[in-house]
């Protein structure tokens, strides 16, 4: 006989609402995948009035969420309304409950998730977050079971859409940056508070929970060094262009013999490289595994739908698990006993290869005294250009590109030539990753 699922959903908003119409389009076919019926039943919003993008005639709306994980009738909760606070809350509710737990919240799983998988341990319950990270591209899962037979050296991606939608409309169209920042909370692809998109806490959000199904470490959002997108001007992208490079904005987590690099920041990407064609709003997370060696993950990173298809994903993994009743899977990809707090390497360990720009005075020696900076620090050159100034302005854009080396040195050949009286404002500084 089949069995009934029946779901609770905590949020009925771009990602809430994309799951119903899912469930709704495709009931038969996830009939089909697991012998059993996923039916929701209620769904917590604020605004019981207001326009949504689902049918809501075929379950129960309310404005009161607590109603819904202390419902006896429901076995998943999905939690699809962001912050870290009331959803933790309900989250640790409901699992107390004994239900089992599908979110999209990045913020909820890198920030508090230690404590959530270790009362989901105890309950017996599942926890799933597909949708958490890369919208519709089923890293989580490639992670904890396709490569699980690897040791995973690095994972690097773009891992937030709405920031890569932008960078792509400023390089390709010249658009300004807050017009493009409108259109994309407009599809539903910004967070409730866009400055997560922009600043690079939703891409360090979510690398966190890369990190953690990559190295088996718990969950440390504090520790990912974390630059947005923010600062990134049109010049920058064209000075890139003009030697090699895209601008993308990457999460890298990398493990080296000293210890864990965590860090989200826009960074120079070679042309021709995989990564630096990936744009609007898809991600692509690339993964160096030393058995299956390197492996490219691509897809659309945020949106009603591919968020959807994740956490339907989950919700057919619940449903089979409910078959089974084993739960095979450990939450984070290693056993709960096995996870090793690793050494998260700090900024003034980094190393890299270096792109610079400043504005400097127009005359003669300017490039030697600056090119003699970088000798004393015993740091390489690999290029330098200088525009000419328009007519009138005696201040030129100087970019260089060094080779790789000492994060440690390229920040005090910065202090050096902040001090030059040639040398106009800030230096700006963008890594390069040449993979
Ligand atoms: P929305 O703002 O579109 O939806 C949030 C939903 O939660 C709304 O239905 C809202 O109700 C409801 N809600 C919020 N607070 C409460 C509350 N106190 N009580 C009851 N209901 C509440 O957000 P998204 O769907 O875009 O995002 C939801 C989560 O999914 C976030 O964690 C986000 O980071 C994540 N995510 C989003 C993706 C995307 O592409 N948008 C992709 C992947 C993950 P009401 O509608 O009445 O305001
Ligand atoms: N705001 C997020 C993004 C949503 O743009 O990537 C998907 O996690």
Redesign the pocket.
């Known amino acids: 006989m089949t069995e009934l699922i029946k779901v609770g959903l905590?949020?009925?908003?771009?990602?809430?609402?994309?799951t119903v119409n899912v469930l709704q389009r495709n009931s038969a076919e996830i009939s089909r995948r697991t012998g059993q019926s996923i039916q929701v039943v209620a769904?917590?919003?604020?605004?019981?009035n207001?326009d949504?993008i689902c049918d809501t005639n075929l379950f129960e709306l309310t404005?009161?969420?607590v109603s819904i994980v202390d419902n006896p009738e429901i076995d998943v909760v999905i939690?699809?309304?962001?912050?870290t606070e009331?959803?933790f809350d309900l989250v640790m509710r409901a699992i107390a409950n004994g239900k089992h737990i599908i979110?999209?919240?990045?913020?909820?799983i890198a920030v508090r998730g230690n404590e959530i998988v270790k009362a989901a341990v105890e309950a017996n319950v599942m926890l799933a977050f597909e949708?958490?990270v890369a919208?519709g591209i089923s890293v989580v899962k490639v992670l904890r079971e396709g490569l699980a037979g690897n040791q995973i050296k690095s994972i690097v991606g773009i891992i937030n859409?709405t920031g890569n939608y932008i960078l792509t409309a400023m390089g390709d169209e010249q658009r300004d940056f807050a017009g493009v920042l409108a259109e994309a909370q407009a599809l539903?692809?910004?967070?409730?508070d866009p400055s997560?998109d922009v600043d690079g806490v939703?891409a360090a959000h979510k690398l966190t929970i890369l990190a953690s199904l990559s190295f088996g470490m718990p969950l440390h959002f504090e520790r990912v060094y974390t630059e947005g997108i923010g600062e990134i001007t049109l010049t920058d992208i064209q000075m890139a262009d003009e030697f090699g490079y895209r601008i993308k904005h990457l999460g890298i987590a990398r493990h080296t013999e000293t210890g864990v690099e965590l860090r989200v920041h826009p960074t120079l990407v070679p042309k021709t490289h995989l990564l630096a064609n990936v744009n609007g709003v898809m991600n692509a997370v690339y993964i160096d595994a030393d058995a299956a060696g390197s492996t490219l993950l691509y897809g659309a990173?945020?949106?009603?739908e591919?968020?959807a298809s994740?956490i339907v994903a989950d919700l057919i993994d619940v449903a089979r698990h409910k078959q089974s009743g084993l739960i095979n899977v450990p939450i984070l990809g290693f056993q709960n006993d096995q996870i090793d707090d690793l050494q998260v390497i700090a900024q003034s360990e980094f190393a890299s290869a270096y792109f610079l720009r400043m504005e400097a005075t127009d005359q003669p020696g300017v490039l030697a005294e600056i090119s003699s900076i970088f000798a004393g620090l015993d740091v390489s050159i690999e290029a330098i250009t200088q525009k000419e100034p328009p007519a009138g302005v005696n201040t030129a854009a100087i970019s260089l590109i060094t080779q790789f080396t000492d994060e440690a040195k390229v920040l005090k050949a910065i202090g050096k030539l902040e001090s030059l009286s040639q040398v106009s404002g800030a230096v700006k500084l963008i890594r390069i990753e040449h993979f």
């Open positions: 905590l949020g009925l908003g771009t990602v809430g609402g994309g769904a917590a919003v604020r605004e019981i207001a949504r404005d009161d969420p939690e699809s309304m962001g912050g009331l959803a979110t999209a919240n990045k913020a909820l949708a958490a919208g859409g539903g692809y910004a967070e409730a997560f939703d990173g945020a949106g009603a591919p968020t994740s």
